[in-house]
């Protein structure tokens, strides 16, 4: 199952190569944070947190290495050459 954060990650992806051709490397940076009380998080504050904080960037990567081919059988038919990836997260205070 392709979850809406895979496939905005994978669309994501097909305009970065589209509009810069082979990737050498990608930067990605980007986190959110919610400071309210911990016991009045709900399913949905969490969710929106880990879509933001985890997924996105597990799935970006993921779709810049594959090509963003989210299909199995042709994921280890790399397009290009792997990109170098850095990722960075922090909490602004």
């Known amino acids: 199952m392709?979850?809406?954060?895979?496939?905005a990650s994978s669309r994501l992806a097909e305009r970065v190569r589209e509009h810069f051709g082979e990737l050498d490397v990608a930067f990605l940076n980007a986190?959110?944070?919610d400071w309210r009380p911990f016991e009045d998080h709900t399913e949905e504050s969490f969710d929106?947190?880990?879509?933001i904080n985890v997924k996105s960037?597990?799935?970006?990567t993921q779709a810049l290495i594959?090509?963003?081919d989210t299909?199995?059988?042709?994921?280890?038919?790399l397009?290009?050459?792997?990109?170098d990836?850095?990722?960075?997260?922090?909490i602004p205070v």
């Open 66 to 68: 594959t090509g963003g």
């Open 79 to 83: 397009p290009f050459t792997h990109p």
């Open 85 to 90: 990836v850095v990722n960075v997260s922090g």
């Open 31 to 33: 986190g959110v944070s």
């Open 2 to 7: 392709v979850t809406r954060v895979a496939r």
């Open 48 to 51: 929106r947190l880990f879509d």
């Open 57 to 60: 960037v597990f799935f970006l």
């Open 71 to 77: 299909c199995e059988a042709r994921r280890h038919r």
